[in-house]
């Protein structure tokens, strides 16, 4: 990499979302590189741009995330494929990550994300592909060590104040007894307490290097791993939370449906995420603050095998996971969106979800291998196109 570039301020005041297309291009072009695209997105601005004919993916958040991603890179690049980190230029606050093109990244193709969706419309699948992912996360975990913080925070404890408790703050369905499928009783306001005081308590973690923001748009299958501001040794059980979640439910259906930005150049998810809505029946009884759901997780056979697939690198090498993983997955569940704003099926969908993967238990203490079993029995599959079930 470069030594850091600083040069003065272009136009005016550097945050990451006034700086204009016209401000990229200047600082951009006194670097020599000529923008071919740019997407604005809401946690980085990127795209793709060309010096010396050499196509590069170039990034750009504050000059902090910038540093932190930096760190990230340079502590997992020696144990993970990554792209090479070519340049960072930095411009008072504002920071431009310059990183080798992954050619293999086109048009919904590349990502572990166009894959599952490839593998879903064919109905096929064999595991060589994410075999080929999951033995990183093989190799990393036979280096194990004790942490007294790590980089995936960002997505749990730090949001507890700024998220959960800001979000869900004075929301009369806290107040509701939700019974799902006429077995599981919870109620927000005793989980949102519980959430509060779990993550609060200082404690130690069982870390492995890893990507640490395991969503399938980070994840190309070259291999190749993606969006490292949150890379390092992250807790075992933040990796495995953020991941399940996003691969099960979350990037076929809620982040697609209200986030489609991430989905630039790999758009085909945005007129199938439809088919992965829930089939649920619901009433909600205002005088009596109580909401009754009946119905399944939606999920496709070919996510549920690549979960077991990734689940079982951990299994195989003795990880235990406690009760303390559906905490991890719960925040996952409602600290991306703020569900309050969802249309009210997904709000549902969200709270039926929290109902469900808090009734995990750990019996014989290692959660992991109950997941594959709840899963299977309380998942319906999903029917793509013309009805047929993947
Ligand atoms: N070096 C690269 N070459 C090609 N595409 C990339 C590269 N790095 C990231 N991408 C693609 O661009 C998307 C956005 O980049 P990412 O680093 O994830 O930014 P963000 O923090 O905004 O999510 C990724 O999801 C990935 O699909
Ligand atoms: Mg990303």
């Known amino acids: 990499m470069n030594l850091i570039n600083i040069f003065g301020k272009v136009g005016g005041k550097m945050e990451i979302t006034e700086l204009s297309e016209k401000d990229i291009k200047a600082i951009l072009k006194t670097n020599q590189y000529i923008i071919k695209n740019i997407n604005f997105?809401?946690?980085?601005?990127?795209?793709?741009?060309?010096?010396?004919?050499?196509?590069?993916?170039?990034?750009?958040?504050?000059?902090?995330?910038?540093k932190q991603e930096i760190e990230?890179?340079?502590?997992?690049?020696?144990?993970?494929?990554?792209?090479?980190?070519?340049?960072?230029?930095e411009c008072t606050d504002t920071g431009i990550l310059i990183y080798e093109y992954v050619n293999a990244i086109k048009n919904n193709q590349g990502l572990l994300h166009d894959y599952i969706l490839k593998c879903e419309a064919k109905n096929t699948y064999t595991s060589d592909v994410v075999k080929k992912i999951f033995q990183y996360y093989d190799k990393s975990l036979k280096k194990i060590c004790?942490?007294?913080?790590?980089?995936?925070?960002?997505?749990?404890?730090?949001?507890?104040n700024t998220r959960l408790l800001n979000w869900y703050k004075d929301w009369e369905i806290n107040e509701y007894k939700i019974i799902i499928n006429e077995t599981i009783n919870i109620n927000?306001?005793?989980?949102?307490?519980?959430?509060?005081n779990f993550f609060e308590m200082p404690k130690t973690y069982e870390a492995f290097l890893s990507q640490g923001d395991p969503n399938t748009?980070?994840?190309?299958?070259?291999?190749?791993?993606?969006?490292?501001?949150?890379?390092?040794y992250n807790y075992i059980e933040a990796e495995i939370a953020a991941f399940m979640w996003s691969e099960l439910i979350a990037d076929a259906y809620f982040c697609p449906k209200y986030h489609a930005k991430s989905y630039k150049y790999h758009e085909q998810i945005l007129c199938l995420y439809d088919n992965y809505k829930p089939n649920l029946k619901y009433s909600i009884n205002r005088d009596k603050k109580t909401i009754k759901i009946d119905g399944n997780l939606k999920i496709s056979k070919i996510r549920k095998k690549i979960l077991n697939e990734y689940l079982r690198i951990f299994m195989k090498n003795n990880i235990v996971v406690g009760e303390e993983?559906?905490?991890?997955?719960?925040?996952?569940?409602?600290c991306i969106f703020?569900?309050?704003?969802?249309?009210?099926?997904?709000?549902?969908?969200?709270?039926?979800?929290?109902?469900?993967?808090?009734?995990?238990?750990?019996?014989?203490?290692?959660?992991?291998?109950n997941i594959e079993l709840m899963i299977e029995n309380y998942s319906e599959d999903v029917k793509i196109g013309h009805g047929e079930t993947v």
């Open 41 to 66: 997105q809401n946690n980085s601005i990127n795209g793709s741009t060309i010096k010396n004919k050499i196509k590069y993916f170039f990034k750009i958040m504050s000059s902090e995330r910038c």
């Open 338 to 369: 703020n569900i309050r704003e969802m249309e009210e099926i997904d709000t549902i969908y969200s709270l039926f979800c929290v109902g469900m993967f808090l009734k995990l238990e750990a019996k014989g203490k290692n959660i992991l291998s």
């Open 188 to 196: 927000l306001k005793e989980i949102i307490g519980t959430l509060e």
């Open 72 to 89: 990230g890179y340079s502590s997992i690049k020696a144990e993970y494929p990554v792209p090479r980190l070519v340049e960072y230029i």
């Open 146 to 160: 004790r942490v007294n913080s790590f980089p995936m925070e960002e997505f749990y404890k730090k949001r507890i």
């Open 217 to 232: 748009v980070n994840i190309g299958i070259k291999p190749i791993f993606m969006d490292l501001t949150t890379a390092g």
């Open 325 to 334: 993983l559906k905490y991890y997955i719960v925040m996952r569940i409602l």
